[in-house]
T-cell receptor, first 112, second 109 residues
C-alpha cells in the first residue's frame, strides 16, 4: 500500500501570498487531518475531513481552510500569508474509526 | 493544564540503558498513539493502543485505561533512537489527535 503523500515537500512564499498544500491519503482511508508544527507551539490540530465533510476544526483563523475531494485527497489553503505561518504542515490519514493514523512527510512552508 | 501531558521533556541516556517515557491524559480516549520524529524528519507512528501492551523490536508500549496513563519503553537503547517521542490521544470516533509536548531523547554512545 502506498503511504500518505504530501506535495510539495518544500515551499517558499512571500507575505501576503496564498498557498495550497495537497495530501493524498492511504487508499481506502476516508479521514484526513491536518496539523501545523512550529518550534514554539508544537503540533496543533488544524482540521479533519471525513467523506468530503469537515468533521473537526482547530483554533486557527479563517485564513486557513481546507477541502476534501471524492477520492479522499485533501487540500489545505492558507491565504494572506504571515511570517508566523512558517511551519511544517503535516497531514495524517486514517480509516476514521478505531484505526491508527498514518502521517505524510509534511510540507515545510517558509514565509519571507 | 494540557489534556495530554508527557514526562520527561528531555532525556539523556547512555547507550544500552533502559528508557521510559510517560504520558498522562485527562480526556476520554478511544486510542493512544506513540509517535517518533527524528530531527528535520517526518513523523512515524510507532504504536496505537487502546488497552494492554504492545511490543515491536526493542520498543514496548503499555496503557492503563483506569489510571489514564501510558508508557513507552526502549530496551537496550542505541544512538539511533535519539529523536522526539510524542504521545497523542484520539477521542471518540474521529481522526483528530491531541498531542503531548514531546520528549526529546538523546542516547549517547
Amino acid at each position: 500500500k502506498a503511504g500518505v503523500t504530501q506535495t510539495p515537500r518544500y515551499l517558499i512564499k512571500t507575505r501576503g501570498q496564498q498557498v495550497t498544500l495537497s495530501c493524498s491519503p492511504i487508499s481506502g482511508h476516508r479521514s484526513v487531518s491536518w496539523y501545523q508544527q512550529t518550534p514554539g507551539q508544537g503540533l496543533q490540530f488544524l482540521f479533519e475531513y471525513f467523506s468530503e465533510t469537515q468533521r473537526n476544526k482547530g483554533n486557527f483563523p479563517g485564513r486557513f481552510s481546507g477541502r476534501q475531494f471524492s477520492n479522499s485527497r485533501s487540500e489545505m489553503n492558507v491565504s494572506t500569508l504571515e511570517l508566523g505561518d512558517s511551519a511544517l504542515y503535516l497531514c495524517a490519514s486514517s480509516s476514521g474509526g478505531a484505526g491508527g493514523a498514518f502521517f505524510g512527510q509534511g510540507t515545510r512552508l517558509t514565509v519571507v | 493544564k494540557n489534556e495530554v501531558e508527557q514526562s520527561p521533556q528531555n532525556l539523556t541516556a547512555q547507550e544500552g540503558e533502559f528508557i521510559t517515557i510517560n504520558c498522562s491524559y485527562s480526556v476520554g480516549i478511544s486510542a493512544l498513539h506513540w509517535l517518533q520524529q527524528h530531527p528535520g524528519g517526518g513523523i512515524v507512528s510507532l504504536f496505537m493502543l487502546s488497552s494492554g501492551k504492545k511490543k515491536h523490536g526493542r520498543l514496548i508500549a503499555t496503557i492503563n485505561i483506569q489510571e489514564k496513563h501510558s508508557s513507552l519503553h526502549i530496551t537496550a537503547s542505541h544512538p539511533r533512537d535519539s529523536a522526539v517521542y510524542i504521545c497523542a490521544a484520539t477521542s471518540g470516533n474521529t481522526g483528530k489527535l491531541i498531542f503531548g509536548q514531546g520528549t526529546t531523547l538523546q542516547v549517547k554512545p
